[in-house]
């Protein structure tokens, strides 16, 4: 249409006036919602809704100027499916910025349409938020929903309470905002599984994918996921600087995880249940550290079982004991000796069990060329809780009279069966199958996950205590092919009218390199033992007899003597460094 009378002119400029002053009426109105909500961190200051601007209410004056140029019909039309945005920008303000109403680093980008987003770095653990019209509180969205991101979907309420949500994973997370709808959503951005592990990349992987999965399926990515990281990753699963804790009990059971890096304080870090099938919980941790820590069920300490850093939590050091879970942050190396816990099912036997290994000071900062003799020892879990060998080690290698080995103690499932796994030569004896599981399961197992360890027979050595002394000889005479060390205290070679000693007197002269052999005096499996030292030496085997007298068939006495065995089964000048 061409305009060409003034009067025509004048018409038109009058329609757009009240246009004009139609639309100045539709702005952000007054809001009697304010600041965010009181959240669980009382220490953090909050902005009070008064400090927003106010709104005039007053309608602008439109004055029309009736000289103005002819509307040119050649000018383009307004794409009406990128709508101008209602507000001049949305930021987001929470717990993670001090509630700073108009931080750059937590302003979303109008898509068109009303639409709001971007990425915003958020922190591990729980973080509470509102979406903020022009960087005050006169308009704002919340709405009090909260839980754990996976990833999450609301529709905001006009100064509603806080969301409030625990963040897995520190970085980048994506928001978005429909200022017209006011439905809002956060889930894991871009770029958030960069530099992640494995397991942590599959966990972002697992969190965008979870909202959109039916319940069936849903239980299956979660149950697979969970299984993944007990078998693929150690746990905690360590990511930027934060680690995330996993546990697979009923989510009913209270769960709670306390550590060195908070006090050790209960009631602050409870997990949270991952779509309903296990429990999880990211906690914020130092970096280059190393951190101890227990899992609290239903307000139980224990160690989580699913961890494989232990350390003994010296309370008390007599009798049996309890381990507190250990895990390093990046940039952390290990100087001192460490203690892994492994879960070994046998193919002989129907009970798992636990092996516990003990790598020597130094074992993870020494040369790529380092490596180390190995010694598997029976009745592993007392030889550790009852007479701390570890210790022993420890003390002997930095005199000097003993080369670092590895230590692995190999623990049965109960003492039910101690009798019937460390005999032979009965009907009841199971001591052939758990030879057999040593030499063929537990060695190949500990030389594929410590690479470290020596590969040759010459630098395995086996030991143990009474009934473990003598199925440890056992194991080194029908297992002359696994092991050429072996050690035995206090042993109960009268087993079976002295089956053992009977062995080695009328069998194959096996290649065995050093065989130890200790007792208390007089009544501590003397007589047998000096017995199978004479019969040894009979048959061109080289020998240590080691006689303490007065000492008693116990764990103290066996502590006493732990180093003796250790400076001759691996000499300084056998093993150098």
């Known amino acids: 249409m061409h305009l060409t009378s003034p009067r025509d002119r004048r018409a038109v400029l009058t329609a757009l006036a009240a246009v004009t002053a139609l639309l100045a009426g539709c702005g952000p109105q007054p809001s009697t919602g304010g600041g965010p909500d009181p959240s669980p961190d009382a220490s953090v200051s909050r902005p009070d809704a008064s400090t927003g601007p106010t709104v005039d209410a007053t309608t602008p004056t439109v004055t029309v100027d009736a000289s103005a140029p002819a509307i040119d019909a050649s000018t383009p039309a307004v794409d009406a499916s990128v709508a101008p945005a209602r507000y001049g920008k949305i930021t987001i303000a929470g717990s993670f910025n001090a509630w700073a109403v108009a931080d750059p680093a937590a302003t979303l980008s109008h898509q068109g349409g009303g639409l709001w987003a971007g990425d915003v770095s958020l922190p591990v653990g729980r973080v509470d938020f509102k979406f903020l019209a022009d960087g005050a509180w006169a308009v704002n969205w919340g709405g009090g929903q909260a839980g754990l991101v996976p990833a999450q979907r609301g529709t905001g309420v006009q100064a509603g309470a806080n969301l409030g949500f625990e963040i897995p994973v520190a970085g980048p997370w994506h928001l978005s905002l429909d200022e017209g709808t006011g439905a809002w959503s956060i889930s894991p951005g871009p770029a958030l599984e960069a530099g992640l592990p494995p397991a942590g990349v599959a966990l972002v992987d697992l969190l965008r994918a979870l909202p959109d999965l039916a319940p069936t399926a849903l239980a299956a990515r979660v149950d697979a996921f969970v299984t993944a990281a007990r078998t693929t990753a150690e746990t905690p699963i360590v990511l930027r600087d934060s680690a995330l804790f996993l546990w697979l009990a ?187 599981f040593i030499a063929d399961e537990v060695v190949p197992l500990i030389e594929a996950r410590f690479s470290r360890a020596r590969r040759e027979r010459n630098a395995r050595a086996t030991l143990g205590m009474s009934l473990g002394g003598l199925i440890a000889y056992y194991i080194a005479y029908e297992r002359s092919d696994v092991f050429a060390r072996v050690g035995g205290m206090s042993s109960s070679f009268f087993w079976e009218s002295n089956a053992m000693i009977e062995r080695v007197r009328t069998g194959a002269v096996k290649p065995l390199a050093r065989c130890y052999l200790d007792s208390g005096s007089p009544n501590d499996n003397d007589d047998v033992t000096t017995l199978m030292n004479s019969t040894l030496r009979m048959r061109g085997y080289e020998t240590l007899r080691i006689t303490a007298p007065g000492a008693a068939h116990d764990w103290p006495d066996w502590a006493a003597r732990f180093d003796e065995a250790l400076a001759y089964l691996f000499s300084p000048t056998d093993f150098p460094d």
Request: proline share 7%; charged share 20%.
């Open 250 to 436: 009923p989510v009913t059971t209270t769960v709670e995880v306390g550590g060195s890096w908070s006090g050790w304080e209960a009631g602050r870090s409870a997990l949270v249940s991952l779509a309903g099938r296990a429990a999880y919980l990211a906690r914020s941790v130092p970096l280059a550290q190393r951190h101890a820590y227990k899992l609290i069920i239903d307000g139980d300490w224990q160690r989580d079982p699913l961890a494989p850093e232990i350390e003994w939590d010296t309370i008390p050091r007599a009798g049996y004991g309890d381990f507190n879970s250990v895990f390093a942050t990046a940039g952390y190396v290990w100087v001192g000796p460490h203690l892994r816990l492994l879960r070994v099912r046998p193919a002989r036997f129907s009970a798992e069990r636990d092996v516990y290994v003990w790598l020597p000071p130094g074992y993870d900062a020494a040369p790529a060329t380092r490596s180390y003799p190995t010694l598997y020892i029976h009745d592993g879990n007392e030889a550790l809780t009852r007479s701390h060998f570890d210790e022993v080690a420890l003390t002997a290698i930095k005199a000097g009279r003993a080369a670092a080995p590895i230590l692995v103690f190999v623990h049965l499932p109960s003492g039910n069966v101690r009798m019937d796994e460390y005999t032979f030569a009965t009907t009841t004896a199971q001591g052939p199958a758990y030879a057999a």
